[in-house]
């Protein structure tokens, strides 16, 4: 199985100001057809999870602009230019590369 | 607009069984792969069990292997869950979600079992 490994697990941020995410997949994600399928999702308190990030890179609809992910293979990021109140959280990390899909453990992303 | 809506979920005991269900509208069902994902109370997110979109192929975790089925109805834009030999460790809110990167989620529905 492919292990995510996400830092930090806590992340204290002030409003206003960035944030930041890494992911770290035990093994390449690119995929045969070429493509790396790395996500990025958010959980708020109490709701479901929501994608914010396909293939490393791609805002999924209605996504903010202040999230962005890169990365490639083994590691990647998911940055906030400016965090709001509205983006406290647990963010994951998750491959669809290779089954079972697999999950990082989560970052919980606090207001200082 | 994309709506997913779990339901089945309850009290189970341990070694019985339940069936979920998952209503979707908005898309067209039968062009997507499926998932149930779950998440046990104050952790993570646990991927279950995945089904294409035709319903020929499904892949499971290796914890639910033989206990759990994943199968869906295009004619009824529905997708299910039969769980069987259930133990306590199965206790979690269960999502069902669109398409291998998780494009879109329902609200989840709750599983808990206990004697």
Do not use: H
Request: glycine residues 10%.
């Amino acid at each position: 199985d492919i292990v995510m490994t996400q830092t930090p697990l806590s992340s204290p941020v002030t409003l206003g100001q960035p944030a930041s995410i890494s992911c770290r997949s035990s093994q390449s994600l690119v995929y045969s057809d070429g493509n790396t399928y790395l996500s990025w999702l958010q959980q708020r308190p109490g709701q479901p999870p929501r994608l914010l990030i396909y293939q490393i890179s791609n805002r999924f609809s209605g996504v903010p602009d202040r999230f962005s992910g890169s990365g490639a293979g083994t590691d990647f990021t998911l940055k906030i230019s400016r965090v709001e109140a509205e983006d406290v959280g647990v963010y994951y990390c998750m491959q669809a590369t290779q089954f079972p899909l697999t999950f990082g453990q989560g970052t919980k992303l606090e207001i200082e | 607009e994309v709506q997913l809506l779990e339901s089945g979920g309850g009290l189970a005991q341990p070694g019985g069984s339940l069936r979920l269900s998952c209503a979707a509208s908005g898309f067209t069902f039968s062009n997507y792969a499926m998932n149930w994902v779950r998440q046990a109370p104050g952790k993570g997110l646990e991927w279950v069990s995945r089904i294409s979109g035709g319903g020929y192929s499904s892949n499971y975790t290796d914890s639910v292997k033989g206990r759990f089925t994943i199968t869906r109805d295009n004619s009824k834009n529905t997708l299910y869950l039969q769980m069987s030999s259930l133990r306590a460790e199965d206790t979690a809110i269960y999502y069902c979600a669109k398409q291998d990167q998780m494009m879109d989620w329902g609200q989840g529905t709750l599983v808990t079992v206990s004697s």
